[in-house]
């Protein structure tokens, strides 16, 4: 048994690194700063030939090209709005995770602030009919409060009675 | 009036139903072009077949062009090479080749076996051109008029049907705007003379 669990600590083992596998480039950034600012922009950046992988998460030659690309720049000290123009003006917005907030992207944005709007303004509806509903239920004519409490009394006194039925 | 408001989550449904089944006939693959409307990226490199000559963007100017990314790892490239062939045979519109991210000699040994359609062939060892142009795979086909302006970008093998349904029109239509330009400008180059 014991053998056993250690080549299932092994397998293991060899699995949790391969998760760790990103590609590794030789790439010596000039600060610790702008590796941070590097990997966080090609996190975001998305790969223009895989169809959901960030420039980090994938293999591809034009992912490789990209990444170093997005590196080169930020050690040049470009900023974030520049080198996001620079992909966009080559590849279009596909590359970006995030949309741009403009004209044909407001559904975007805005689809799911609307739809939640509409969805608040039906439940306060809902509710103000309600509540007339039973405001309309308490408006009753005389003679049918009479019956009503006719009602509820006969009601109470059979349940009284039943009360009374058990302890006895 | 009442019955009619019951109805809006139905036609809500309706709507997002029919934007989302098209949304399936969408071609994920098919990014579309940033450079559309956009001038040839400048760049620097050399003739294929022979090192240490220089080409432009300005070699590129004055006629409608295809420029075809191409390289010899690509089996698209393979598939779309005797099209490739048949359309300069034609004589319909010059292809330039853009040789990206591949080995000089295994390209030359290529065109020399299997025919070479290209009007003229960059070299693009490192892709740095591609990059500019946004390619993400080859192979790539753009469309430039004679300013040198890119018009369109179709990604993937060009074969007989892209030609005459999507190419041919628009080479021909640009064609016609370039001899247009060009009686134009004679005219007023004559008039000039004359004055």
């Known amino acids: 048994m014991k053998p056993l669990n250690l080549l299932l600590a092994m397998v293991l083992l060899c699995i949790s690194t391969l998760t760790f596998a990103t590609p590794v480039d030789t790439y010596e950034f000039k600060s610790a700063d702008n590796q941070?600012?590097?990997?966080?922009?090609?996190?975001?950046?998305?790969c223009p030939q895989c169809q959901n992988q960030n420039l980090i998460d994938s293999n591809s030659p034009v992912a490789r090209d990209l990444r170093l690309e997005v590196y080169k720049m930020v050690d040049e000290g470009k900023s974030d709005d520049q080198i996001i123009e620079f992909m966009t003006t080559r590849y279009g917005d596909f590359v970006l995770y995030k949309p741009r907030v403009e004209g044909r992207t407001y559904i975007l944005w805005l689809g799911p602030v609307a739809l939640l709007l509409i969805g608040l303004m039906v439940v306060v509806l809902f509710i103000r009919k309600q509540r007339s509903q039973t405001?309309?239920?308490?408006d009753l004519t005389p003679e049918q409060?009479?019956?009503?409490?006719a009602l509820l009394k006969g009601s109470q006194s059979e349940v009284d009675d039943n009360d009374k039925g058990k302890k006895s | 009036m009442k019955k009619l408001v019951l109805f809006i989550p139905l036609a809500l449904f309706l709507g997002m139903g029919i934007f989302l089944y098209k949304g399936l006939f969408l071609n994920p693959q098919k990014l579309e072009s940033a450079l559309e409307g956009k001038p040839i990226p400048a760049f620097q490199l050399e003739k294929l077949?022979?090192?240490g000559e220089m080409i432009t963007q300005e070699d590129l100017k004055g006629q409608v062009s295809l420029l075809n990314v191409w390289a010899t790892w690509c089996p698209s490239c393979k598939y779309e090479h005797p099209f490739l062939m048949t359309l300069t045979r034609q004589k319909l519109v010059p292809i330039y080749g853009i040789n990206y991210r591949d080995e000089r000699a295994e390209a030359i040994r290529e065109l020399r076996h299997q025919g070479d359609p290209y009007a003229l062939?960059?070299?693009d060892k490192d892709g740095r051109l591609g990059l500019d142009l946004g390619v993400y795979g080859a192979p790539e086909t753009f469309l430039v008029d004679h300013?040198?302006?890119?018009?369109f970008r179709f990604a993937g093998p060009?074969?007989?049907?892209?030609?005459?349904?999507?190419?041919?029109p628009m080479v021909k239509q640009l064609q016609q705007e370039a001899a247009a330009e060009a009686?134009?400008?004679?005219?007023?180059?004559a008039t000039g003379a004359a004055s």
């Open chain 2, 158 to 168: 060009v074969d007989q049907r892209v030609w005459s349904e999507t190419l041919y």
């Open chain 2, 183 to 189: 009686a134009a400008s004679g005219k007023t180059n």
């Open chain 1, 36 to 46: 941070k600012r590097a990997l966080s922009l090609a996190h975001e950046l998305r």
């Open chain 2, 121 to 123: 062939n960059i070299f």
């Open chain 1, 135 to 138: 405001a309309d239920a308490a």
């Open chain 2, 49 to 51: 077949e022979t090192p």
């Open chain 1, 145 to 149: 409060q009479a019956e009503l409490d």
């Open chain 2, 147 to 151: 300013k040198g302006i890119i018009r």
